[in-house]
Nanobody, 125 residues
Framework: QVHLTESGGGLVQAGGSLRLSCAVS????????MGWFRQAPGKEREYVAS????????NYLDSLKGRFTISGDNAKNTVDLQMNSLKPEDTAVYYC??????????????????WGQGTQVTVSS
C-alpha cells in the first residue's frame, strides 16, 4: 500500500511562514505528479499547487503565486510546500496528493489516486 504522510503544520501568526513536507511510504511508488490541496472549515476542497516528477514543472492556484512554492526531491520521493506571508484565509487542512499516472487536470481533486491524512495549518490575525 502507498501512504502519503504530511508534516509541518501548526499555528502561525499572519505574515509568518511555514513549510509542509510530504513523505511517501509503503510499496515502491513513483508518482507522475504530486501536489497539495487544502480545505478550510465549511468550504470545498481547493487546489493549491503541484509538481511534475519528470521535469519539475509546477502549477499554482493563481491567488497563491508569489507566496507559496512547491518543490520535490525525486531521490527521496518527497514534496514540500513553502508557505510565506501567510494570511488568516490560508487556515485549512492541507493534504498531500499524488497521481500515479496522468489521470487528469492537476487542479481536479478527482485526478489524484493517493491522498495523505492532512495537516492543520492555522494562521492567526
Amino acid at each position: 500500500q502507498v501512504h502519503l504522510t504530511e508534516s509541518g503544520g501548526g499555528l502561525v501568526q499572519a505574515g509568518g511562514s511555514l513549510r509542509l513536507s510530504c513523505a511517501v511510504s509503503g510499496r515502491a511508488f513513483t508518482s507522475y505528479v504530486m501536489g497539495w490541496f487544502r480545505q478550510a472549515p465549511g468550504k470545498e476542497r481547493e487546489y493549491v499547487a503541484s509538481i511534475r516528477r519528470s521535469d519539475g514543472r509546477t502549477n499554482y492556484l493563481d491567488s497563491l503565486k508569489g507566496r507559496f512554492t512547491i518543490s520535490g526531491d525525486n531521490a527521496k520521493n518527497t514534496v514540500d510546500l513553502q508557505m510565506n506571508s501567510l494570511k488568516p484565509e490560508d487556515t485549512a487542512v492541507y493534504y498531500c496528493v499524488a497521481q500515479s499516472t496522468n489521470r487528469g487536470p492537476v487542479f481536479n481533486s478527482f485526478s489524484y489516486d493517493y491522498w495523505g491524512q492532512g495537516t492543520q495549518v492555522t494562521v492567526s490575525s
